[in-house]
């Protein structure tokens, strides 16, 4: 990216550089018959004049030689701007949505010895998103603030430790300030702090280094959490070992999704140690969901949905999360599960209207409700 400003731009090196070759030659010409010393200046003072070229005979917009000096016309060879436009200052600043995910399956394979889980689900993009804002300050460190929710805004928020993930691994280190607007329910199996994550490490690409590729940034973000590399392309993807093996898929076909967080949170590594002590005698069949999706075939879809979770929930825990399915149902949704590790329970819809209907119906004092579609 050219965003320096040089010492010299390629005028002054248009106005100087003849009249100091000339000056140059003239001395370098009278000094090797009176004086040696007189010879050298001139022979310095046309090397001064070819140096300059090469360093300053630049396109102000993007950087790269225009040639000999007095060659061409008006316009950059390279980029093809015309050299007396005003020069645009680059980009210090990107907005990004951060969208939140669903579970269409999860089922839980087993525990690793590294502590974690080895797992396998179907996962879906959802319109319901955070806003991110990520600035380049030119100053020092790792700046953060959230409106919408009480989050910490230090190096346990996700959005924080990708922003240090992608500064380590790129070597940049000036300031960097990031703005969240958040609208995904934290602790609620949506991915929000995850998604937050990803959207930091795309506007910093974005700004930093346009080069970078999707599966660099994968990379990238896997030591940041499980569930990010997921959230850096999104769509419809098949996640396996802990979660950052991933399989992008067709787009599966478009439903509306009534989004209901009860008023209690579940923490997702207490649910995973849970999991370790329960018999699972419901998984789902992640093959027939990968088959619903690869013949766009939505019944099946919904006939697939299926989250292994929901059998580690408390027996308190379980009656809600239970009773917001049911609703939801009743309300003409096509399917229903929890998402992730919970506390969301989401109720798939083929029409809009019945979806909106259904948010309305189950929003309570205990259950809120967003209406958002798949993306
Ligand atoms: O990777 P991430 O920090 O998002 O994971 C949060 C916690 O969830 C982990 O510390 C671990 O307890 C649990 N986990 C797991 N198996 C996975 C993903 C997460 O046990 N595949």
New binding site residues.
Partial sequence: MHNKKPLMDYRRVQKLQTPLFLTGALLSGVGTSVSVPLAILGIAIMLFAIVIGVLYYRCPHCGRPLGRVGEGGSYCPHCGKALDAPVEAPARSVSVPAYAKLNLTLDILGKRND?????QMVMQTVSLHDDVTVTLTGGNGIRCRAEGADLPCDERNLAVKAAKAFCEAMDYDDGIDIALTKRIPSEAGMAGG?ADAAAVLRALRTLVSPALTDERLEQISASV???VPFCIRGGTQLAEG??EKLTVLKPAPKFYVAVCKPDFPIS??AL?ARVDGVTITDRPDTTAMLNAIERGDADALCANVRNVFEQALDSEQHERIEAIKHDLLAHGAKASAMTGSGSVVFGLFSDEAACRMACEALQSGSVKTFCAEFV
């Fill in positions: 502590g974690y889980h080895e797992i995850s959490g499980s569930d802990r979660g997702t590594p995973f």
